[in-house]
């Protein structure tokens, strides 16, 4: 056991060193690179930038004073995000070409390049870069500025953007619907500039497809203008002439609108809240005294007041009986009269002994 863990202990020992070793040799690559660049830096320093001077063509005064135009922004550091790769290799382009001068060869420009990707997947791609070209013995890697710029969007651009771009035009993913023209329209040039459509009747039936109906059918019905459907740009222009006049009259048409004014009476009823009279109480005070004092029950046999009808004491008083009444009665009564009697017929209730009806058996 012992032997098997000395083994193991000398293994993890020499992949530590070994990565050590590694570790050591992309800082003393990345180091160099540094200091090449630097001595270019330096050595470029001592020729003035190609910025065009201003000078007066006639100026009377004895001394003339000239300015140079300001210098273009370094990139940022990049770290291999591939969303911002296509950003980062267009402000290195747009430095070069501003400062051709700046850069002796291309390998000067590619170095300089290099020298932004300090972390992240950038800084790892740098360092092969420069191994790569230690072990060559000081052999370029790559061919030129434009072979730099292929392997660059190979290595930290959106793979098969063009693809997604096709897809997304394809669909309802990119229509207008609640945006505006202006922000609808951006999405919509990015979506062409990456699909790679040229054909100009496409680029209109596209873009017609995704703008409001509205517009569409404003811009398509005009009598005088109307754009011709194989001239993009001219759609582009009149859908946001369009959208600007909608919301230019809707503007206008919210100023027009009078101010909603309240109704009689409902300030009546809010001016007698506010300052109630001995003769025009308060609603909410009438209802209040409502529930102090109740009004009794009527009954609607008697109308008498006090209690209701299952209360009533001329309930069974035939003089207060309506026709409905007395038919409803006979027929109970007539109803019982034919219900077969028992074999020993019952002694008859006080209340048919009253009105007069004999057991059924007699």
């Known amino acids: 056991m012992s032997t098997e863990r000395e083994s193991a202990l000398e293994l993890a020992l020499s992949e530590s060193e070994a990565r050590y070793i590694g570790t050591q040799k992309q800082i003393e690559q990345l180091m160099n690179g540094f200091h090449h660049l630097q001595q270019l830096v330096l050595q470029n ?14 100026d009377p005064s004895p001394t003339t004073t000239s300015r140079r135009a300001p210098p ?43 020298s932004y990707m300090k972390s992240g997947r950038a800084a790892k791609w ?58 609808y329209l951006d999405e919509f040039l990015d979506l062409i500039a990456e699909s790679g459509y040229e054909d100009p009747r496409t680029l209109v039936v596209k873009f017609r497809r ?88 009527t009954c609607y046999r008697c109308g008498n007041v006090g209690h209701k009808v299952p209360d009533c004491p001329r309930q069974y008083d035939i003089r207060v009986w309506s026709v409905e009444d007395l038919e409803t009665e006979l027929q109970l009564r007539l109803a019982r009269r034919d219900v077969v009697p028992p074999e020993d017929c019952p002694t008859t209730s006080e209340e048919d002994a009253t009105k007069g009806f004999p057991c059924d058996n007699e």
């Open 72 to 114: 273009p922004a370094l990139p940022n550091e990049f770290d291999g995000d591939r969303s911002k790769g296509q950003a980062f290799l267009r402000s290195c382009q747009t430095y070069v070409l501003l400062c051709p001068e700046s850069f002796s060869d291309d390998h000067t420009k590619i170095i300089w390049a290099l």
């Open 210 to 297: 995704g703008l409001d109906p509205q517009i569409q059918n404003v811009v398509a019905t005009m009598t005088h203008g109307r754009p011709s459907d194989i001239a993009p740009t001219a759609w582009y222009e009149a859908a946001r002439n369009v959208d600007q006049n909608r919301a230019s009259n809707e503007a206008f048409r919210s100023t027009l609108r009078p101010p909603t004014q309240p109704s009689p009476r409902l300030s009546t009823i809010t001016q007698a809240h506010v300052k109630p009279t001995p003769g025009n109480p308060v609603p909410m005070d009438v209802d209040a005294n409502r529930r102090k004092t109740p009004i009794p029950p």
């Open 126 to 183: 740098a360092a092969r870069v420069f191994k790569w070209e230690e072990e060559n013995a000081g052999a370029h890697k790559f061919l030129d500025w434009d072979d730099f710029k292929s392997e660059f969007r190979k290595e930290f651009c959106p793979a098969n953007s063009d693809a997604a771009a096709i897809n997304k035009l394809e669909s309802t993913a990119y229509y207008q619907k609640a945006r505006s023209v202006d922000d």
């Open 45 to 58: 320093q001592q020729t003035p930038l190609p910025f065009p001077q201003k000078t007066p063509i006639s």
